[in-house]
């Protein structure tokens, strides 16, 4: 091996001049411009809730999509932190989406308790998983193919928060086409199998993120 | 903590005309001058291109890093080893640093991620090459102040590896010589004769334990 002064000399004389990468908000503002766009073109391809104007003045179902936007930009806007060595010494940014994920339950809480008479279940069930599933693919994908071209030391959280973050677009998209007001759907097949999505994320990230 | 000092340009000085980059990289050059331990003012300056800036940044890191990772590995050759990696993320990474945050914190944050790297391999080969007691139970009542083995019988199998592999191992072990005095004898370089050094303890553990 050679030794560190012919090393930083070899580096040295391959550096370049380097645009240095963008600020995590920046990067984060970028990532959501994308998927907002690839919301409203699906919207756009598979139509909105025919209720949607009726349902947006219900302040439950309202707090939920705003809960989920929440969500959203807390994990886009966490998973470019992540992206940088150093968390772009803004930590507690990248725990931010733990507080949407709290306001998020709350909502969902506070919507069952108000859910009275419970509204009818749906006749489908893991349909909605499925659908929510293959329609964050592509955000992942991109996502993951974004955050390799940083340098994260933590890969696995990385990979788990910009899986979330793929998925939230999903859920919302969902809540805005499917016609449903079962709570308890929502919570057993949109937002528990965000877990399992999750933890696939922290798994991904392991293999992909790792440099 | 390495801040930026502010730069007074005093308004009698003559108008020169340069471009906006252009002075600015003038104003960082006097800064870090004025501190060469300055390294977000050399960071910027590697960042636009400056090699010397560059090397003077790495060569600045390696000084504070080396005491870091020798408090945490017990070896010289490790933290060296260790170093070499950690350089060459840095560089790989060195995008991700706009010189306008600390510097230490993101070399930190990367050499802490190297050096676990670096220890978990480290252990899981220990683990990897960790011998179950229940498989050597019955040669642990054996005479272990015996052995098969000669002075004679292990020169005798040196002999027989070909013959640079056997010069080298003769050089190193009976005559005492250090790999680089070595290189030097046989034209060879460094890390070739180390090489062929591990290649010839392969061959001849194989030789000997038939």
Same mark, same amino acid.
């Given at each position: 091996m050679e030794n560190i002064d012919e090393l930083i000399d070899r580096l040295a004389r391959e550096s370049g001049g380097v645009k240095p990468a963008p600020h995590p908000f920046k990067l984060g503002l970028k990532w959501m411009g994308w998927a907002t766009v690839y919301l409203f073109l699906s919207l756009l391809f598979s139509g909105l809730r025919p209720d949607l104007m009726m349902k947006l003045h219900e302040s439950w179902f309202m707090a939920e999509i705003m809960a989920l936007v929440a969500v959203f930009v807390a994990t886009s806007v966490s998973a470019a932190v992540l992206s940088f060595p150093d968390l772009h010494q803004m930590r507690r940014m990248a725990f931010s989406p733990l507080i949407a994920f709290a306001l998020l339950m709350l909502v969902l809480i506070g919507a069952w308790h108000a859910d009275s008479p419970p509204a009818p279940l749906p006749v489908h069930s893991f349909e909605c998983t499925i659908s929510i599933t293959l329609f964050s693919l592509l955000p992942t994908v991109w996502t993951f193919y974004a955050m390799r071209k940083f340098a994260s030391t933590h890969f696995c959280w990385g990979g788990s928060v910009a899986a979330l973050s793929a998925f939230s677009v999903s859920a919302l998209w969902l809540r805005l086409h499917e016609v449903n007001d079962s709570v308890l759907h929502v919570v057993e097949w949109h937002y528990l199998p965000m877990i399992a999505f999750g933890l696939a994320g922290w798994g991904l990230g392991k293999k992909i993120l790792k440099w | 903590m390495n801040r930026l000092k502010p730069v007074m340009i005093n308004p009698a000085w003559p108008s020169i005309r340069v471009n906006r980059k252009k002075s600015y990289k003038i104003i960082f050059e006097c800064i870090v001058a004025d501190n060469p331990d300055n390294f977000e003012a050399l960071m910027k300056l590697a960042l636009n291109g400056d090699q010397r800036a560059y090397a003077d940044l790495l060569r600045g890191t390696s000084r504070f890093l080396r005491p870091f990772l020798a408090k945490r590995l017990s070896f010289t050759n490790e933290v060296e080893d260790l170093l070499q990696e950690i350089l060459i993320s840095l560089h790989k990474a +060195?995008?991700?640093?706009?010189?306008? +945050?600390?510097?230490r914190p993101w070399v930190y944050a990367i050499a802490k991620f190297r050096l676990q790297d670096y220890l978990r391999a480290h252990y899981s080969d220990q683990l990897h090459h960790a011998i179950e007691l229940s498989e050597v139970e019955e040669s642990l009542s054996g005479n272990v102040t015996e052995t098969g083995m000669s002075y004679e019988s292990i020169s005798g199998e040196i002999q027989k590896l070909p013959g640079k592999q056997a010069a080298i191992l003769q050089l190193m072990h009976q005559e005492g010589y250090t790999a680089k005095e070595v290189a030097e004898k046989l034209g060879m370089n460094e890390s070739a004769v180390k090489v062929a050094a591990h290649r010839a303890y392969k061959v001849l553990r194989s030789q000997l334990e038939k």
């Open positions: - | +060195r995008h991700t640093f706009d010189g306008n +945050r600390s510097y």
